[in-house]
């Protein structure tokens, strides 16, 4: 049993929808219904009404979501006690950035940054997309730094989360440069191959964000692409290294093979097929989770900013400064 299951559990039965809940848990709806299943298959017995729309919970379901609201409000409270005897709990901010952000555009970002919010301390927890955005959802990171494209939109409540934007990143095909002296320089494969000779694909593991992004672009596109799919991985550096060795085409983000087009290593394998992705920033409004549990900050001496609020303040007058 894991306590994600209680929080789906929960989610559904304020939703009352297994796909509104499973885009709030940014889950695709058949992996929350196995949890859902998987928390029934715990529980013994049946906690969601299927025979009616909207969903309606069991007798047992109910009393399962009045003790499971109970129980993670505890745990959540039990988090922040821990946390407050942690002492970088309140100087150190914690950014959940996927692995291809990680590598290339959060150490030159955050390098530009000291003129205006001075020495940061921070923890940076290179995950894949999915994983980055449920860190912060669930508390576990201050801020969230993700792609967003308008196929793949990040689903973050408005009134919950703050945003705001970093820049853009071009998501586009490379591949080797050709060495052999008649072709020298040239792409060793070509997009859009044909039905006879598909180009060699280097693909992004099923589910991953980059992944789902160029599979509706290459959806879209003007004319077919023939494509050949001989390797799969989630991490985009791990695209690079094969497409270097001229294993394939891979579609990658331009700030991370800048050196390698400059040097001559990788070009581009076709026109036509770039992507433009935002690169944003996210973090949970301060006092979500204190209004919650009930809380009442009226009632308590005024605090001291935390180096996160401090941080995206700071931030947010360098951004409107520039704009």
């Known amino acids: 049993m894991e306590t994600k299951w209680f929080e789906d559990f929960v989610s559904l039965a304020e939703t009352r929808s297994f796909s509104r809940s499973a885009q709030l848990r940014h889950v695709t709806q058949p992996a929350f219904s196995r949890r859902i299943q998987s928390l029934e298959a715990w529980a013994g017995t049946d906690l969601v009404d299927r025979s009616n729309y909207p969903t309606r919970l ?43 952000l990680a590598f290339t ?14 020495s940061i301390k921070s923890r940076l927890i290179a995950l894949n997309v999915h994983d980055a955005v ?15 494209h308008v196929s793949q939109p990040i ?19 490379y591949v080797k440069a050709d060495t052999r002296p008649e072709h020298l320089g040239q792409p060793l494969y070509r997009l859009p191959g044909t039905a006879k000779q598909p180009v060699p694909y280097l693909a ?25 799919r001989v390797y799969e991985t989630d991490m985009a550096e791990g695209l690079k290294a094969m497409a270097r060795e001229g294993h394939g085409v891979a579609f ?19 026109a036509g097929l770039d992507m433009t992705l935002d690169i944003r920033i996210y973090r949970e409004r301060p006092g979500v989770r204190l209004h919650e549990r009930g809380g009442d900050r009226s009632s308590t001496a005024p605090q001291a900013p935390r180096a996160v609020d401090r941080f995206w303040d700071d931030l947010k007058r360098q951004l409107d400064g520039a704009g």
């Not at 609201?69 to 950014?95: G, P």
């Not at 555009?105 to 001075?118: E, I, N």
């Not at 449920?134 to 967003?148: H, K, P, S, T, W």
């Open 252 to 270: 990658l983000p331009l700030s991370a093979v800048q050196k390698d087009i400059q040097s001559g290593k990788l070009v581009s394998a076709g």
């Open 134 to 148: 449920l860190r912060l959802v669930e508390g576990n990171a201050d801020l969230l730094i993700a792609y967003q």
């Open 105 to 118: 555009f959060f150490p030159a970002w955050l390098s530009g940054l000291r003129t205006v919010c001075g």
């Open 204 to 228: 992004y593991a099923p589910g991953a964000y980059l992944g789902r992004v160029v599979e509706a672009a290459l959806k879209q596109a003007p004319a077919a692409v023939h494509l050949d």
């Open 58 to 100: 069991t007798p047992a379901g109910q009393t399962l979501y009045e003790q499971a609201v109970e129980m993670l409000q505890a745990l959540q409270t039990t988090r922040a006690m821990l946390r407050s005897h942690t002492a970088t709990a309140s100087d150190t901010i914690e950014f959940a950035v996927p692995h291809s």
């Open 155 to 173: 689903q973050l409540d408005p009134n919950r989360y703050d945003m705001l934007p970093l820049g853009q990143e071009v998501l586009a095909p």
